[in-house]
């Protein structure tokens, strides 16, 4: 784990914003919401929390992409770390490309597991963790979640699994941005708010703002919140976060622009970029 440098984690977080929205717009498609929600979880967690080696996968800590469809910031990550060419994100979810719609491990090898059907992710980290602690191994391994994948009954079973086993390496991260394909997820199925849900699970939960790298940074660095139990961060974000017109609306969940919209959205990047200071 790094000291915390605010500036470098927000600078991180724009720079993978940007490679998102420029892949899109060069592609013209891709899943926008949610891979712009997640971009400060993964900045944090890639630019300042795990111990991770692109080239070790054994020991290494882990993160699984619960929403695969959101894997356009885990390819904008992993290009500003520089373990990937960024020009090659113009191949993005074109035939033989090493970056489809979800992540695929077996075409990049710096990411953990394949992703995509939702509800597995956390069963996969309970299976990371429970392998750690069988080994004696000191990863820890972290589960991106989506709000709108806690209606999956498997999920429930893993966070059930997960404080059975004592799974105190596992900390999952809640991408609460209120918003699924179908609608708001308070109205779609959210029939109790998550912390108290996986509280009584026997989880220890904490809720921050997650489009804060402050916020988010102190409660990873925090983990495990208590011995003896997995972490849970719900992370309240926001839908398409850093491009304003497409902010909090269920219809950029997956975004088809016309370059006119494509031209707006990176011209408001480069614009924080001019004022920050920032080479994108």
Known sequence: MKAFD?????????????????TIATNGEGHVGGALSATDIVAVLYGA???????????????????????????????????????????????GTRFPGHPDATKLPCFDFSTGSLGHGLPLGCGYAMAAKLQGDSYRTYVIMGDGEQGEGSLWEAAAFAAHKK????????????????????????????????????????????????ALYDALAAVPFETGKPSLIVAKTTKSKGVSFLEDQAKYHHWNPNKEDADRALAELDAVAAERGWQA
Not at 6 to 22: G, K, P, S, T
Not at 65 to 87: F, Q
């Open 49 to 95: 929390i795990m111990n991770y080696d692109p080239q070790d996968p054994l020991h290494r800590d882990k993160l699984i992409l619960s929403a695969g469809h959101k894997c356009l910031t885990l390819y904008g990550a992993m290009a500003e770390l520089g373990v990937i060419d960024k020009a090659e994100l113009k191949t993005y979810n074109q035939l």
């Open 6 to 22: 605010r500036e470098a984690l927000e600078h991180l977080a724009f720079n993978i914003r940007r490679d998102i929205v420029a």
């Open 167 to 214: 799974l105190d390496n596992l900390v999952a991260i809640l991408d609460e941005n209120s918003l699924q394909i179908n609608g708001r997820t308070c109205d779609v199925c959210k029939p109790t708010d998550f912390e108290g849900r996986y509280a009584s699970f026997g989880w220890a939960v904490r809720s921050v703002d997650g489009n804060d790298v402050g």
